[in-house]
Nanobody, 123 residues
Framework: QLQASGGGLVQAGGSLRLSCAAS????????MAWFRQPPGKEREFVSV????????YYEDSVKGRFTISRDNAKNTVYLQMNSLKPEDTAVYYC??????????????????WGQGTLVTVSS
């Protein structure tokens, strides 16, 4: 089970930190990802941190602004979002899975999903 939190309303240029707490699994065995769904659009990949080694990947539009991290002792993954833009407005979802590297950005590769947390960035 995944529980996402930390969303809210922020002005452009501001920051938010999302958290996703996992329970009922060996957290460190799973690759953890963040996806988002902007209003009226499909869900899209944002960032991922691998289970082994902790390597990270980002969608191009968030590189340099967002940072994903994980604390295996706390069974939690974070998404630090800086320099937020209105186009970052979306419902953000955390996900857990064991995707192969070539498919690590595909939502269908993730088996467990959080409930989503809304991030609204005003201009």
């Amino acid at each position: 089970q995944l529980q996402a939190s930390g969303g809210g309303l922020v002005q452009a240029g501001g920051s938010l930190r999302l958290s996703c707490a996992a329970s009922g699994r060996t957290f460190s065995d799973y690759t953890m990802a963040w996806f988002r769904q902007p209003p009226g659009k499909e869900r899209e990949f944002v960032s991922v941190i691998r289970a082994s080694g902790g390597r990270t990947y980002y969608e191009d539009s968030v590189k340099g602004r967002f940072t994903i991290s994980r604390d295996n002792a706390k069974n939690t993954v974070y998404l630090q979002m800086n320099s937020l833009k209105p186009e970052d407005t979306a419902v953000y979802y955390c996900a857990a899975g064991r995707p192969i590297l070539s498919a690590i950005r595909l939502a269908k590769m993730y088996t467990d999903w959080g409930q989503g947390t809304l991030v609204t960035v005003s201009s």
